[in-house]
C-alpha cells in the first residue's frame, strides 16, 4: 500500500463524492477476491466496541496488502471513543487503511487533526455545491458518461431532481440510456425526468427577471397553493434589486451592484443583463401595480389569478408611450 496513506477522512454530505471515494478503495480489495477476509465495516453511530475496532486496525490483511476498515458516522464521537482512535493514529498500522466518515467534522477536533497529519491527501473533502454551482457539476458528471448536456439541460435536471448528487447521478444514467443524441438537451430532461424536487421560487423570480414568459407561467404552476403572498414579497424585492442594477449600469457603477446590495458576486451575476432588457418605466410601473396587487392577495379569492396576470403584465414588454 506505497500508494496509501493509513488513514482518510472522508468528510462532507454530497453521497456522490463519497460513495466514488469509499468504492476506489473497495475495487482495489475486491479486484483481489479477498475482500470478504479484509473489509470491516462500523457504524459509529451505533454502541462501538472501540477495543474491538482498535483490534481490526491493527489486524494483518489476509493474502493482499493491506486491510480496509471502514468508520461511518465519527460526526460525534464520546471522548472515550475518539481519544483511542487519536492515539491509534498517531502511530498507525503499516498495513491498514482507516477510513473515517463524517457529515460534519470540525477542523479543531482532535481527530480531525490527528487524520490531517497523516498528509495533505488525508482528508478528502465532500462538502456539496452550492445549488448554482451544481449544473456545471451535472454538466461534468454527463461527459464522465461519453455524452454532452447543455447546462440548460442540466439545470432543468437539478430543478426536476433535487439537489442530491446521487440521485441526479441516478436520473443522469437512466437519460444517458435513453437518448441517443450526443448532446443531452432539455427538452430530453423534461420528457424523461418526472418532477420529484419541491418546487423552489429562485427559478421563477429568474424567469421574470429574463422576461421570460412562458417559463415563468410554468415555473407559477408547481409553486406551492397558497404561496403567492410568499412570492409576491420575493418578486418585488427582485424588481427592486433590478432598479438599482438599471441605476448603476447607467452611472457606469454595474461592478457595485454586489456590495450595494450587500450580497455575495454569484447572487447577480445575471441581474445587469435582466436589467438592460426592462426600461426604468417598466420597473417602476411594475412596483406601482403591485401595490394594488398586495390588496388583492390579502382579501380576494381569486388571489391567485391576480398575482399570475401581475406577473405576465411585469414580464410583458410595454409599448413607449
Not at 453521497?15 to 470478504?36: C, H, N, P, Q, Y
Not at 391567485?304 to 409599448?319: D, M, N, P, S, Y
Amino acid at each position: 500500500m506505497a500508494d496509501l496513506l493509513p488513514a482518510y477522512l472522508v468528510v462532507g454530505t454530497d453521497e456522490l463524492k463519497r460513495s466514488v471515494a469509499i468504492k476506489r478503495l473497495r475495487d482495489r480489495l475486491e479486484s483481489t477476491g479477498m475482500a470478504d477476509f479484509n473489509i470491516d465495516e462500523r457504524d459509529m453511530t451505533r454502541d462501538p466496541a472501540i477495543d474491538d475496532i482498535i483490534a481490526s486496525l491493527n489486524t494483518l490483511p489476509m493474502r493482499t496488502d493491506f486491510r480496509l476498515v471502514i468508520l461511518s458516522g465519527c460526526d460525534r464521537l464520546a471522548k472515550a471513543v475518539s481519544e483511542p482512535l487519536v492515539s491509534y493514529l498517531k502511530d498507525p498500522s503499516s498495513t491498514t487503511v482507516c477510513l473515517l466518515v463524517a457529515d460534519k467534522l470540525a477542523k479543531n477536533t482532535r481527530l480531525y487533526k490527528a487524520v490531517a497529519r497523516l498528509g495533505a491527501r488525508a482528508v478528502i473533502d465532500c462538502a456539496p455545491k452550492k445549488a448554482w454551482e451544481l449544473p456545471d457539476q451535472v454538466v461534468a458528471m454527463a461527459r464522465s458518461y461519453g455524452r454532452g448536456m447543455t447546462k440548460a439541460a442540466a439545470a432543468e435536471l437539478v430543478e426536476r431532481a433535487g439537489e442530491n448528487t446521487r440521485l441526479l447521478d441516478n436520473e443522469l444514467k437512466r437519460i444517458v440510456q435513453q437518448v441517443d443524441a450526443a448532446v443531452i438537451e432539455v427538452d430530453d430532461v423534461r420528457r424523461l425526468v418526472v418532477r420529484t424536487a419541491e418546487a423552489k421560487p429562485w427559478a421563477l423570480l429568474d424567469a421574470v427577471a429574463a422576461r421570460d414568459l412562458p417559463r415563468a407561467l410554468e415555473l407559477l404552476e408547481i409553486q406551492p397553493k397558497g404561496s403567492e403572498v410568499r412570492l409576491y414579497a420575493l418578486v418585488v424585492g427582485r424588481i427592486r434589486e433590478l432598479i438599482v442594477a438599471k441605476s448603476l449600469d447607467a452611472r457606469g457603477a454595474g461592478r457595485e451592484l454586489a456590495s450595494r446590495l450587500k450580497v455575495q458576486e454569484w447572487q447577480v451575476k445575471h441581474h445587469l443583463s435582466w436589467a438592460r432588457r426592462f426600461s426604468m418605466t417598466e420597473l417602476v410601473d411594475a412596483l406601482t401595480a403591485a401595490a394594488d396587487l398586495e390588496l388583492a392577495l390579502k382579501g380576494s379569492r381569486d388571489s391567485a389569478l391576480a398575482f399570475r396576470l401581475w406577473i405576465a403584465g411585469v414580464i410583458t414588454k410595454h409599448e413607449a408611450g
